[in-house]
C-alpha cells in the first residue's frame, strides 16, 4: 500500500479517540475522512477538534459511503467483533483498541474473518510503544546490563476511593466485571513480551476495595518467563506513595540484570545504574500519545511495507491468554501455566 493511499474512519469518540485522531494529525500522509459515534454530540466535537469533514452516527453508513481503505476502531469491546466483521466484508484493514475482546473465542473469530477477507488485522496495544519500553529493549538488546533476571512493574493511582472517578471512562469502567487486570494489566503483560519473550506462568492476586465497581481494582501478577521473574503490581485505590511536579508514564518500572538495573520514574526519567555509573535519559510528559503515535505509526510502516503487525490478532492472543489465565489464576488461587492450561479458557 501506498503512503497517499493511506485514508481512514474512526468509529467511537470517547476517551481514547482523542489520543488516537491527535496521533493521526502527527503521522504524514494519512487522512481520516470521517468519525462515526452513536453520540452525535461526541461526533461533532472530534470532527471540529481534528478538522474532519463528515460526521456519522451510523457506523455502517459510513463504511458505505465513504472512500478509504483502513478503520480505525475506537469503541468498547463488547462490539469489536461486530464492526471488525463489517469493516472486513467490506475489504476494510482493521486498527482496533485494547483489549480487544471478552473471549479468546471472540478474538479467533476476528482472526479468522480478516484472514478470510484478505485484510490485515492490528490490535491498537500501545503500552509497548511507550519510549521508554522501546529505549528498555534497546538497552537490553545490546547486552549493555547483561541478562535480565527480574522486573517489577508498579501502578498506584487514586481513581475508586474514597469515591470512583475515572476520568471520562467512569461510566464504561463502573459496569465491568473484570476491570484492572483485563484494562490496565494487558499493557504490561504484552510488554513484559515484548521485552523477554513468552511467558511460562502466572500467579495472580485480585481484590475490589472501592465503591461504585463490580470489577476489581487492586492486583498483583507474578509471572515467570525464561530466566526473568517479575511482579506486576496494580492500585486503583491508592494514593501514589511520591508526588512528581510532572507525570509522564502510568507507573514504575524497575527491570534488574547482571551488570545493571534500569528504573523509570512516573515524571519520565529513566535511570540506568551501574556498579561504577550511572546514565539518566529525560523522556518527555506526552507518554499515553507517545504510544498511540508509535502504535499507529507502526501501522502504517506494516501496511506499506508488507512487514507483520508487533501487535497482530495472532500475537494478541498470547497476550490475552495471559489476561484471561490471570482471572483463572486469581479464582481458582492456582498457577496458571501457559499453553498447558489454556483449553480451560476456552
Known sequence: MAKDSMRGVLIG???ASWFQLEAWKQIS???????????????????AEFDIPKVYTDYREMLDTEEFNFVDISTPPVVHLEMIKEAAKRGLHVLCQKPI????????KMIDICSSAGVRFM?????????????MKEIISIGKMGSPFHANFSYHARMTLPKFNTGGQGNLFSKMPRLI??????????????????PLSLYALMNQVGEGIIGEDIASLTVQLEGVQALVDMSWASIPPRRYDQYASWGEYCIAAEKGT????????????MDDCEETIQFPEEGELLGYLGAQQHFVDCMISGDAFETSGTETLKTMELVFGAYKSAEDNEVYWVGKDLDQLT
Not at 31 to 46: F, G, L, M, Q
Not at 125 to 135: L, S, T, V
Not at 181 to 198: A, C, P
Open 13 to 15: 469518540c470517547g476517551y
Open 29 to 47: 500522509d494519512v487522512e481520516i475522512v470521517a468519525v462515526s459515534s452513536r453520540n452525535i454530540e461526541n461526533a461533532r466535537r472530534r470532527a
Open 101 to 108: 475482546a471478552d473471549t479468546l473465542q471472540e478474538l479467533y
Open 123 to 135: 490490535v491498537n496495544e500501545n503500552g509497548r510503544f511507550q519510549p521508554w519500553f522501546r529505549k
Open 181 to 198: 487486570t483485563y484494562e490496565l494489566g494487558v499493557h504490561s503483560l504484552d510488554t513484559l513480551r515484548y521485552l523477554f519473550g513468552e
Open 262 to 273: 534500569l528504573l523509570l520514574e512516573k515524571n519520565g526519567l529513566l535511570h540506568l545504574v
